[in-house]
C-alpha cells in the first residue's frame, strides 16, 4: 500500500503540474492491471483538472480587463475603441507623410478622428500659382482595399475638378491598388494644378478652352481665383 501511495502520488503530482502527461501513461501500462487502472483514472482526472485551471485563469484576466474598461468609464474617460486594420494602415501612412512644401495637411475633428482630414494645396507655379484650394478626405474601413474618397470645396475653375467638387484622378477610380497610400493621392492632387489635363475633364468647357485657347484658358483662371465670374458661374475668391 505504501508503494502503491508513493506511485500515485507522484504521478498524480506530474500530471497536475502539466509536465510530462504521457509520462505517467507510458509507465502505468508496466504495472499491473488495478494499479494500473488507478493511474489511468487518475491521470485523466488530472488532466480535467489542468484545464479547468486553465480556463478559470483565461476568464479572470477577462473579468480583470473588464473591470479596467468600466473603471476608466467611471472616471469620465471614453471606452477604449478597437482600430479597424483600415484605421491602423491609415496611422502609418499619416505617419510617414512626406507632404510637398505646397501643402498642409489639417484634422478639423480632431487627432482621434484619422479617418476624414483635409489637405491644403498652394501651388507655387503654374495657372492657379497663389491660389489656395482646400480638398477634404474621407477614409473607409476598408482601406487600402478602397481608395480615399475626396472632394474639392474650393470652387475652382479647373478641366479635372466639376463645380460640384469631384475629381477626376486615376488613382483614385480604376486605377487605384493597395500599395498606393495618402501621399500618393496628395501629389497626385498637386500635378492636377501644374499639369491641369483636358483629355480626361468633369468640365468640359474648362476643358475645351484649355485645349483651344490656353491664354483665355489663363485669363480664365486668374479671374476665377480673384473672385468673379467665368461665363454665368461665380466662383468665390481663393488667392
Known sequence: ????????????????????????????????????????????????????????????????????????????RAPVKKQSAGELRLHKDISELNLPKTTTISFP????????????????????????????????????????????????????????????LNILREDWKPVLNINTVIYGLNLLFTQPNDEDPLNHDAAAVLRDNPKLFESNVRRAMAGGYVGQIYFPRCI
Open 1 to 76: 500500500m505504501n508503494l502503491y501511495a508513493d506511485i500515485v502520488g507522484r504521478k498524480l503530482r506530474w500530471s497536475l503540474s502539466g509536465n510530462e502527461l504521457g509520462v505517467a501513461f507510458r509507465e502505468a501500462e508496466c504495472l499491473k492491471p488495478p494499479l494500473r487502472d488507478s493511474l489511468l483514472l487518475l491521470r485523466s482526472l488530472s488532466l480535467v483538472f489542468w484545464l479547468s485551471s486553465k480556463r478559470k485563469m483565461i476568464n479572470l484576466f477577462k473579468i480583470k480587463g473588464q473591470k479596467r474598461e468600466d473603471a476608466a468609464n467611471a472616471n469620465g
Open 109 to 168: 475633428n480632431g487627432k482621434d478622428d484619422l479617418m476624414n482630414f483635409e489637405i491644403s494645396i498652394r501651388p507655387d507655379e503654374g495657372y492657379y500659382q497663389g491660389g489656395t484650394f482646400i480638398f477634404t478626405f474621407q477614409v473607409s474601413p476598408s482601406y487600402p482595399h478602397e481608395p480615399p474618397k475626396v472632394k474639392c470645396k474650393t470652387k475652382v475653375y479647373h478641366p479635372n475638378i466639376d463645380l460640384e467638387g469631384n475629381v477626376c
